[in-house]
């Protein structure tokens, strides 16, 4: 079966510049994350979707960052004004709701680069 | 709040030797998961193995294995006859059963197999 899609896989822009990732996660796989791997730490999860609705953001920058998962399958995330700390890969993972461990299958990435 | 901490930024070992790495972690539910990903260069996370905290026997995936002690709130992963591919980024990862369902990720070790 296809594997979680992400593009970009690489952007580079400028501070204050807007961005955008898309995510299209495995078929029939109900949940998607959204994580933020900065260089040298381990991904830290930004926000999670059950189907269309939004189960934990509590560690979304609301003030410039947003995510959205029209119709429960695609998802964007959207980085408007950007700062430089937002330098990171941004992984999506998606995971079938209900299965025994509900394991995360990840995308390969969108490596962001702020100037 | 769950906590994970991987003490080794870096190891290194000889082809077909065994390698441990390091994982502790802190929470305070009863019944949670842990995990081990392999992040190899430029390519995307993968599962290498899992445990359930109820679970006393230790979780073995061919030549990965875990040692996990509960009550020193330990988990480490044991790689024997370590090969060339086995070289990439090593995330420990807990996450609780029920509720939000994020992963949790230490630092990640830099493993490097050497021929």
């Not at chain 1, 410039?64 to 998802?75: I, N």
């Not at chain 2, 060339?84 to 996450?95: K, P």
Request: proline share 4%; glycine share 6%.
């Amino acid at each position: 079966e296809a594997g979680v899609a992400q593009s970009p896989r690489y952007k580079i822009i400028e501070k204050r510049q807007s961005v955008a990732f898309w995510c299209n996660p495995i078929s029939g796989h109900a949940t998607l994350y959204w994580y933020q791997q900065i260089l040298g730490q381990g991904p830290k999860l930004l926000i999670q979707f059950q189907n269309n609705g939004v189960v934990d953001d509590s560690q979304l920058p609301k003030d410039r960052f947003s995510a959205e998962r029209l119709k429960g399958v695609d998802s964007t995330l959207k980085i408007q004004p950007a700062k430089l700390e937002d330098s990171a890969v941004y992984l999506c993972a998606s995971s079938f709701y209900g299965s025994a461990y509900n394991e995360q299958f990840f995308g390969p990435g969108t490596r962001l680069t702020v100037l | 709040a769950q906590t994970v901490t991987q003490s080794q930024p870096e190891m290194s070992v000889q082809e077909a030797e065994t390698v441990t790495l390091s994982c502790t972690y802190d929470t305070s539910e009863n019944n949670y998961y842990l995990f081990w990903y392999k992040q190899p260069p430029s390519r995307q996370m993968i599962l290498v193995i899992r445990q359930e905290a109820y679970k006393q026997q230790n979780a073995t995936e061919n030549r990965f294995s875990v040692n996990f002690q509960k009550a020193a709130k330990s988990f480490s992963l044991k790689i024997s006859d370590s090969q060339l591919g086995d070289t990439a980024m090593y995330f420990c990862a807990s996450r609780s059963e029920g509720g939000s369902e994020k992963l949790v990720f230490g630092k990640g070790t830099k493993l490097t197999v050497n021929p």
